[in-house]
Nanobody, 124 residues
Framework: QVQLVESGGGLVQAGGSLRLSCAGS????????MAWFRQAPGKEREFVAA????????HYVDSVKGRFIISRDNAKKTVYLQMNSLKPEDTAVYYC?????????????????WGQGTQVTVSS
């Protein structure tokens, strides 16, 4: 079973940057597509970014394009989300997710494993 643990969240001023990390375990990590989702209070969990098993393809929700970068290091079994030019509307709990196949998907129910979440708060 794949286990995921997020870290790197915190409080940052608008315009600042944070890098989230997701440390994984399990023998299938290297063949699993990975994604980041976020959930703000009162809202549904929202897709943010995804990356294929080998890191060769990525996808982002329009609202974060040009600001966020997803990457992975399979040797370290870690996926990252570099968040730049943060805005107050980015405030949410950010979750790391893994899929049992190499291609990413955009829906919550298409992912098999989830981390516990890490809070990101952006002040204005």
């Amino acid at each position: 079973q794949v286990q995921l643990v997020e870290s790197g969240g915190g409080l940052v001023q608008a315009g600042g940057s944070l890098r989230l990390s997701c440390a994984g375990s399990g023998r299938t990590f290297g063949s699993s597509a990975m994604a980041w989702f976020r959930q703000a209070p009162g809202k549904e969990r929202e897709f943010v970014a995804a990356i294929t098993w080998g890191g060769g393809s990525t996808h982002y929700v329009d609202s974060v394009k040009g600001r966020f970068i997803i990457s992975r290091d399979n040797a370290k079994k870690t996926v990252y989300l570099q968040m730049n030019s943060l805005k107050p509307e980015d405030t949410a709990v950010y979750y790391c997710a893994a899929r049992g196949v190499g291609m990413y998907a955009l829906r919550v129910d298409e992912y098999d494993y989830w981390g516990q979440g890490t809070q990101v708060t952006v002040s204005s």
